[in-house]
């Protein structure tokens, strides 16, 4: 196919940091974009041709998008799924598809898909709320430890509960959830899988993530993870066979558990670009977000070979600071070769907040392990 950008207008809902990394592509093949977002001071409204204020969550606000755009990307999963389904009517493109998407904004539907298609998860339990669990926890059919998640609008460790005392049953999470079983866990692994429109799919190498024993998000990660060719290829398997089971079309970011007997067990997926896949724009030849562009237009999938070792550090606001932002030991920081500083451009800084990553590349993890620590100790967002 030809590329003529002034006929292409592509959509992006919300417009915070990965929003913003699409529209960065979109703009480096010239084509106009148009956001959509509460904040008209968000990360990617910069980057719009349009912008339009307005919140995914309401259909009504979607409809504005009719006639604007023959494309859209969503930057998070949680959006009015009777919009996305009026605008797919009209012929606009949407990634990922709203059928799909509809099945992923609950976390009980997406663990019954799971179970209905055999993908390997940790078993668990729908409840109403914390009334349930408890009954459910006298009568012996839940028992301690366990994890609790609230079946919709949780991310980056909100709607997530540990539950390992009986203590801890004061404050459970309110609202219908899913009650899980701990997994005795080596290794939280994630894979973006990506899927062409002519039926073919493409995989990133897997990543290990190490999370923040606080906020409970990701703290940095490392690519390519530290597993062995066996256990590359069962969580490669297993990412793919998740991606057949949802069939978003584009980017499918699998979130896996590798236990210390060697299992592996998915834990959630999101169907879009993936903070775990932010390391891609520099460490492989094309990243993640070329690729979702790539299928959104109907292009062919490009090549997910790691370039390089890579570890990726998200940049968080320090805790005790909330206001304008202000980056210590940045210049510090550039004074070493192949470490990529991406600020988001978000106007306040909070505790834990993500505020931006860094890239970095290296020969070895022993290389990347000591560029890590050099940028988490170095690297500050203050006030």
């Known amino acids: 196919m030809d590329l003529i950008p002034s006929q292409y207008r592509l959509g992006i809902t919300a417009g915070g940091q990965l929003g913003k ?20 001071h968000c990360p990617a409204s910069s980057l719009a041709q349009v912008f339009i204020q307005g919140n995914q969550r309401l259909k009504e606000d979607l409809h504005r998008l009719s006639g604007q755009i023959q494309f859209l990307a969503l930057e998070i999963e949680h959006v009015d799924i009777e919009g996305l389904q009026d605008l797919q009517r009209q012929g606009i493109h949407i990634l990922p598809d709203p059928a799909s998407l509809a099945i992923i904004q609950d976390k009980g539907l997406q663990k019954m898909q799971m179970l209905s298609h055999r993908v390997p998860t940790m078993p668990f339990q729908l409840v109403d709320g914390p009334e349930e669990i408890i009954q459910k926890l006298k009568r012996g059919e839940i028992s301690l430890p366990f994890i609790q998640k609230t079946r919709k609008a949780g991310y980056d460790g909100r709607g997530v509960k540990r539950v390992d005392k009986q203590s801890d049953l004061a404050d459970l999470l309110e609202g219908p959830s899913v009650v899980e079983t701990i997994c005795d866990i080596d290794k939280e692994l994630s894979v973006i899988v990506a899927g062409g429109v002519d039926g073919t799919i493409a995989i990133y190498p897997p990543v290990e993530m190490v999370f923040h024993p606080e ?19 069962l969580v490669n398997q297993v990412a793919q066979q998740t991606y057949w089971a949802f069939r978003p079309g584009g980017l499918l970011a699998v979130e896996m ?8 067990w998915v834990n959630e997926v999101a169907p879009r670009p993936h903070n775990s896949g932010h390391h891609t724009i520099e460490a492989c030849i094309t990243s993640q977000y070329e690729q979702q562009l790539r299928c959104l237009l109907g292009l062919p999938l490009g090549d997910t070979t790691l370039i390089k070792p890579s570890a990726m550090v998200n940049l968080l606001g320090e805790p005790g600071y909330v206001g304008v932002p202000r980056y210590t030991g940045f210049a510090e920081v550039l004074k070493w070769p192949e470490i990529y500083v991406h600020i988001y451009g978000k106007p306040e800084t909070r505790p834990f907040r993500k505020m931006g990553h860094v890239t970095i590349l290296g020969n070895d993890v022993a290389e990347l392990e000591k560029k890590v620590q050099f940028v988490k100790q170095t690297l500050k967002v203050i006030v």
């Open 21 to 40: 990394m699409l529209a960065q592509v979109a703009t480096a093949w010239s084509l106009p974009v148009v956001v959509m977002d509460p904040d008209p």
């Open 215 to 233: 906020a409970h998000l990701v703290e940095y990660l490392l690519c390519p993870a530290r597993i062995d060719e066996e256990q590359r290829q």
């Open 257 to 264: 558990f590798l236990d210390k007997q060697g299992n592996c």
